[in-house]
């Protein structure tokens, strides 16, 4: 399918959706989030017609997948050698305006949503992931380029959208809008990390683990993961004979930036035999890996959500994790996805969640959790989480993303 028909006179709304980064070789938690999100639409939704924006032309095979075969999705190819959203998106928008622009990307084209040149009747909606600059650039000239534009999508946009309310309260807190203006709708989890999906023991065999204990962390490798810390902590754990000497970690994801300090430190803690770094693992694999470990770690100084976590939850696996209010929130579960949700108390102990909470900042911490984990962790956790876990859906994440587009036109 090459470019998109739109009817001039169409009844319904017209929604379009960023996809810049959606066609990625290698995607991450924000292209996760965008996939599932269409696909979701796609199921749901077959009043409104919606145009997906590409830098580049999907396969017929991709787009089929990505839209459920619904007729009521188009795409349109934006070409610009530079400046794709404040030039090439820019001028495609005031060109061909829609009802509803929706962007998961931490800008807006945006001259077309202010000022003399924005684009007629168009509301727009904006998707903040989290507040990544905080922790994840050292050169603050590189961290200003991503601040910057998140500052400017969220004081521009008619509503924004966040995935926890810690996201939603470090926005409002900061001035940049109004809380009436923002809400809340969480991710969903794939179901094939379930524990009821039967796993394929052959994954092991590919990365040598088919006969060792091993904990795994699945994320793109950045500052704010904290790996340096989450290594010192296994090292730890190890060192002290907490754990077996052969248990193995297995760090999942591609390389982000500012990666060294993150390669370099199994060797600084004589662990780098027992530290595996397998990059970016498919989806196909990634399910199995999480359910034949024996937990799931991330010490995470910071986090927008938290979706690992969830596939861990439905995955039945000990979970260690960062006491940070994102990952309480998801631990706590959403009973209701349509309201905001007020932030988490940081003093709450967290002893009533499914989970060993640690201490980022504190390498005792970490280790004390990844050993106690692995020789004492509560069944009643491993069930409680599961079921916590699947309350979490994508056609939820949809829905209420949907009433939001509605409310607006």
Known sequence: MAGFFVQMYNQFMLIGIDCRYLLEKRPAGPEKYLYFLIKNLALIDTSNEYILYFKEEPSDIFFWDLTNG???FYYQIVSSSILWTQAGLFKELRKNPVDVFFSSSHT???LAVKGPFKARNTSWVSMIHGLDYIHGYKNLLTASRVKIPMILSVRTADHVITPSPHTKTALVSNGWVDS???????????????SNIKKD???????GLEDKPYFIFVSTIQPRKNIPGLVAGFAGALRKGKIP????????GKKGWQY?????????????????????????????????????????????????LLEAM???VPCIISNIPSYRSILRGYDNFGSDISEPSSDLSSDDLPAFLVDPMDQESISQGIAEAFSNYPQEYITKAKEIGLGFSWENTARNTLAIFEKLE
């Not at 023991?201 to 990365?207: A, D, G, I, N, T």
């Not at 000497?245 to 999942?252: A, D, H, M, W």
């Open 245 to 252: 000497p052969e248990t193995q970690l297995v760090v999942c």
């Open 201 to 207: 023991r052959s994954v092991l065999e590919k990365y």
């Open 180 to 194: 009436s203006k923002v809400t809340v709708i969480p991710e969903g989890v794939s179901l094939l990390f379930s």
């Open 260 to 308: 060294d300090e993150s390669l370099e430190t199994p060797k600084e803690h004589g662990v780098e035999k027992n530290v595996i770094f397998a990059g970016r693992v498919s989806d196909k694999e990634l399910p199995a890996l999480m359910h034949f470990s024996v937990g799931f770690v991330s010490t995470s100084f910071e986090e927008g959500f938290g979706l690992t």
């Open 314 to 316: 439905i995955s039945e």
């Open 108 to 110: 807006l084209p945006f």
């Open 70 to 72: 619904n007729p009521n």
